[in-house]
């Protein structure tokens, strides 16, 4: 495995994993129209145009080596708050789960944080997520909860995690 810095001519191949990443992790918790809603507005060729166009933000792409397929993606942001990166986006495709892929993920953008100078990730999750169970794994730790209204009468029922690196 390894992570590739992702670029303009990526976003297409972003919004693909992220389709279906969502439509597996979510298909129970989240309503298709909900779904379908916060893909567009979140994973729009105009939204991670901009993300990437800001210098703290970071795509990779996670790509398998020995099948030669993308396998998901990692998006964060250093100095999110002070002395802290925010881990926004880390997806991988189903048939990619129990590889350690998201391990191998996770230890990357620890070094990343480390050579920011930032000194805690934080991260949202779903608090339906069966990956807050990885998050937790991993040394993250439950600090909030939080309803954060989205729009079109969608909101986001997470729990806010933090981990110290």
């Not at 191949?13 to 918790?29: F, H, P, T, V």
């Not at 708050?81 to 997806?91: A, D, F, G, P, W």
């Not at 050579?115 to 990956?131: E, H, P, Q, T």
Request: charged share 30%; glycine share 6%.
């Amino acid at each position: 495995m390894k992570l590739i810095k992702a670029t303009e001519k990526d976003i297409p191949l972003i919004q693909d994993l992220a389709k279906r990443s969502w439509e597996n992790a979510y298909a129970e918790i989240l309503s298709r129209e909900q779904m379908k809603y916060m893909l567009e507005n979140m994973y729009s060729e105009i939204e991670i145009s901009l993300h990437l166009k800001n210098p703290n933000y970071h795509y990779y792409l996670v790509f398998d080596e020995v099948l030669n397929l993308f396998d998901g993606f990692l998006g964060y942001e250093n100095h999110y708050e002070n002395q802290t990166t925010k881990l926004h986006r880390i997806y991988l495709v189903p048939e990619s789960k129990g590889k350690g892929l998201g391990k191998k993920t996770l230890e990357f953008l620890n070094e990343k944080v480390k050579k920011s100078g930032d000194s805690r990730i934080i991260l949202n999750v779903n608090k339906y997520n069966s990956a807050k169970n990885f998050y937790k794994s991993q040394g993250f730790e439950i600090y909030k909860e939080t309803v954060i209204d989205v729009g079109n009468g969608f909101v986001m029922d997470d729990f806010l995690m933090e981990k110290n690196v």
